[in-house]
Protein backbone atom coordinates (compact mmCIF):
# COMPACT_ATOMS: atom_id res chain seq x y z
CA UNK A 1 0.00 0.00 0.00
CA UNK A 2 0.93 3.47 -0.60
CA UNK A 3 0.41 7.06 0.71
CA UNK A 4 0.01 9.92 -1.60
CA UNK A 5 -0.12 13.65 -0.66
CA UNK A 6 0.38 16.41 -3.16
CA UNK A 7 1.68 19.49 -3.07
CA UNK A 8 2.16 22.89 -5.21
CA UNK A 9 -0.88 23.67 -6.15
CA UNK A 10 -2.17 27.91 -5.87
CA UNK A 11 -3.39 30.79 -7.70
CA UNK A 12 -1.84 32.02 -10.80
CA UNK A 13 -2.27 34.49 -13.78
CA UNK A 14 -3.27 32.47 -17.24
CA UNK A 15 0.17 32.24 -19.00
CA UNK A 16 2.08 31.01 -15.60
CA UNK A 17 3.74 28.01 -14.57
CA UNK A 18 3.16 25.14 -11.04
CA UNK A 19 4.97 22.38 -10.32
CA UNK A 20 2.84 19.98 -8.31
CA UNK A 21 4.78 17.31 -6.40
CA UNK A 22 3.26 14.16 -5.12
CA UNK A 23 4.99 12.29 -2.23
CA UNK A 24 4.64 8.64 -1.56
CA UNK A 25 5.24 6.67 1.68
CA UNK A 26 4.90 3.05 2.78
CA UNK A 27 5.53 1.07 -0.24
CA UNK A 28 8.12 2.64 -2.91
CA UNK A 29 6.71 4.70 -5.54
CA UNK A 30 8.82 2.88 -8.02
CA UNK A 31 6.64 -0.41 -7.68
CA UNK A 32 4.02 1.68 -9.02
CA UNK A 33 2.66 3.49 -12.07
CA UNK A 34 2.10 7.46 -11.57
CA UNK A 35 -0.70 9.28 -12.56
CA UNK A 36 -2.17 13.06 -12.44
CA UNK A 37 -6.00 13.33 -12.74
CA UNK A 38 -7.94 16.63 -12.21
CA UNK A 39 -11.64 17.51 -11.63
CA UNK A 40 -12.86 20.62 -12.31
CA UNK A 41 -16.57 22.14 -10.49
CA UNK A 42 -19.02 20.33 -11.57
CA UNK A 43 -16.99 17.94 -13.98
CA UNK A 44 -16.05 14.28 -14.33
CA UNK A 45 -12.43 13.44 -13.10
CA UNK A 46 -9.96 13.31 -16.21
CA UNK A 47 -6.91 11.94 -16.97
CA UNK A 48 -4.15 14.39 -17.53
CA UNK A 49 -0.50 12.74 -17.66
CA UNK A 50 0.87 9.22 -16.65
CA UNK A 51 4.61 8.42 -16.09
CA UNK A 52 5.44 4.32 -16.38
CA UNK A 53 7.32 2.55 -12.69
CA UNK A 54 10.59 3.26 -15.04
CA UNK A 55 9.78 6.74 -16.26
CA UNK A 56 10.75 5.69 -19.78
CA UNK A 57 6.55 5.61 -20.91
CA UNK A 58 4.78 9.03 -20.99
CA UNK A 59 1.09 9.59 -21.66
CA UNK A 60 -0.95 12.73 -22.25
CA UNK A 61 -4.47 14.17 -22.32
CA UNK A 62 -4.71 16.11 -25.62
CA UNK A 63 -5.55 19.32 -23.81
CA UNK A 64 -2.26 19.56 -21.78
CA UNK A 65 -0.05 18.25 -24.25
CA UNK A 66 3.27 20.25 -24.75
CA UNK A 67 2.44 22.81 -21.80
CA UNK A 68 2.93 19.94 -18.95
CA UNK A 69 5.67 17.72 -18.41
CA UNK A 70 5.00 14.55 -15.86
CA UNK A 71 8.73 13.06 -14.47
CA UNK A 72 9.67 10.65 -11.28
CA UNK A 73 11.82 10.54 -9.51
CA UNK A 74 12.31 7.26 -7.46
CA UNK A 75 15.08 7.56 -5.15
CA UNK A 76 12.73 11.03 -3.72
CA UNK A 77 9.55 8.53 -3.92
CA UNK A 78 8.21 12.23 -5.42
CA UNK A 79 6.71 12.36 -8.91
CA UNK A 80 6.27 16.07 -10.47
CA UNK A 81 4.14 17.95 -12.53
CA UNK A 82 4.79 20.93 -14.18
CA UNK A 83 2.19 23.06 -15.78
CA UNK A 84 3.41 25.74 -18.26
CA UNK A 85 1.10 28.44 -20.08
CA UNK A 86 -1.68 27.69 -17.40
CA UNK A 87 -5.45 29.13 -18.79
CA UNK A 88 -8.64 29.36 -16.53
CA UNK A 89 -9.15 26.22 -18.48
CA UNK A 90 -6.45 24.09 -16.33
CA UNK A 91 -8.54 25.22 -12.79
CA UNK A 92 -9.39 22.08 -11.14
CA UNK A 93 -8.16 20.12 -8.32
CA UNK A 94 -5.31 17.97 -9.12
CA UNK A 95 -5.05 14.56 -8.10
CA UNK A 96 -1.90 12.05 -7.78
CA UNK A 97 -2.73 8.36 -8.04
CA UNK A 98 -0.50 5.08 -8.09
CA UNK A 99 -1.12 2.02 -10.43
CA UNK A 100 0.13 -1.53 -9.73
CA UNK A 101 0.17 -1.70 -13.83
CA UNK A 102 3.70 -1.75 -15.51
CA UNK A 103 2.64 0.35 -18.32
CA UNK A 104 1.31 3.87 -17.55
CA UNK A 105 -2.42 3.60 -17.86
CA UNK A 106 -4.72 6.64 -18.67
CA UNK A 107 -8.09 5.05 -16.89
CA UNK A 108 -9.62 6.28 -13.64
CA UNK A 109 -10.12 2.59 -12.70
CA UNK A 110 -6.86 1.05 -13.29
CA UNK A 111 -5.47 3.55 -10.48
CA UNK A 112 -6.04 1.73 -6.64
CA UNK A 113 -4.63 4.92 -4.83
CA UNK A 114 -4.78 8.62 -4.86
CA UNK A 115 -4.00 11.65 -3.14
CA UNK A 116 -6.62 14.27 -1.46
CA UNK A 117 -5.70 16.41 -4.19
CA UNK A 118 -4.48 20.28 -4.41
CA UNK A 119 -6.47 22.91 -5.85
CA UNK A 120 -5.16 24.65 -9.01
CA UNK A 121 -6.45 28.01 -9.82
CA UNK A 122 -5.79 30.07 -12.81
CA UNK A 123 -7.15 33.69 -13.07
CA UNK A 124 -7.86 35.34 -16.37
Known amino acids: QVQLVESGGGLVQAGGSLRLSCAAS????????MGWFRQAPGKEREFVAA????????YYADSVKGRFTISRDNVKNTVYLQMNSLSPEDTAVYYC?????????????????WGQGTQVTVSS
Open 97 to 113: AASPNTAAPTRRYEYAY
Open 26 to 33: GRTCSSYA
Open 51 to 58: VSRSGGRV
